[in-house]
Every structure is written in C-alpha cells, then in structure tokens.
C-alpha cells in the first residue's frame, strides 16, 4: 500500500483545512487509516483513525473539531479540521495497517504503511 498526503497549507486561527490521503491497492476497504502529526520537538501524536469497519476514533485534543471519512470509491481518506488553532500547527502522516487491533489504533508504530507528511501551519 503506497499513500500520498496532500491538503496542507498555512491557515488563519480558526480556520478549517481537509487533507487527503490517497492511497494505492486494492485492499483499501480492508485497511485501517490513522492521521497523526508531529510538531517540530515533539513526539508523534495520534489523532483519528477510521477502522475497516468505519467506526470512528479521534485524539480528545481534536474531538468536535475534526473529522475522519473515507471514500472506498476513490481509495482515499480525508480529515477535515475545523476551528484550528495553532497547536494544531504540525506536519500531519496518513498511516495504514490491515491488522491493526482495536486497542493498538493510537500507537504509530502499529501501522505498517506510512504518507509522506504535509505541513499544517495554523497563524494566531
């Protein structure tokens, strides 16, 4: 499985981005998608994961504002961001892994197949 993360770009406070994953295969339907980032001198953080099932599963420091979906026609994922602010501000990775278990979704190195990153810069 190849990913392509795109979408990111420098947005005012409050703001509102939706990146994209695309990814290649034909096992997409059978993969689990996560979104996480990393700002600069910090750890990888999880922030929302969509299961193979489709339920849904977000970071407490973006529920309400963001949202996970996939599009199994096209084979790509989306998160769209709302209310940003600028600890949002962080290069964001689309990750997948075919058999990741439910209580392992938060954990980066879990999942098997990783994006290149697009930079999310949020001004005050």
């Known amino acids: 499985v190849q990913l392509q993360a795109s979408g990111g770009g420098l947005v005012p406070a409050g703001g509102s981005l939706r990146l994209s994953c695309a990814a290649s295969g034909r096992t997409f339907s059978r993969q689990t998608f996560g979104w996480f980032r990393q700002a600069p001198g910090k750890e990888r953080e999880f922030v929302a994961a969509?299961?193979?099932?489709?339920?849904?599963h977000y970071a407490d420091a973006v529920k309400g504002r963001f949202t996970i979906s996939r599009d199994i026609a096209k084979t790509t994922v989306y998160l769209v961001m709302n209310s940003l602010t600028p600890e949002d501000t962080a290069i964001y990775y689309c990750?997948?892994?075919?058999?990741?278990?439910?209580?392992?979704?938060?954990?980066?190195?879990?999942?098997?197949?990783w994006g290149q990153g697009t930079q999310v810069t949020v001004s005050s």
């Open positions: 969509i299961r193979y099932s489709g339920s849904t």
């Open positions: 990750a997948a892994d075919p058999s990741i278990i439910l209580s392992s979704i938060r954990v980066s190195c879990q999942y098997e197949y």
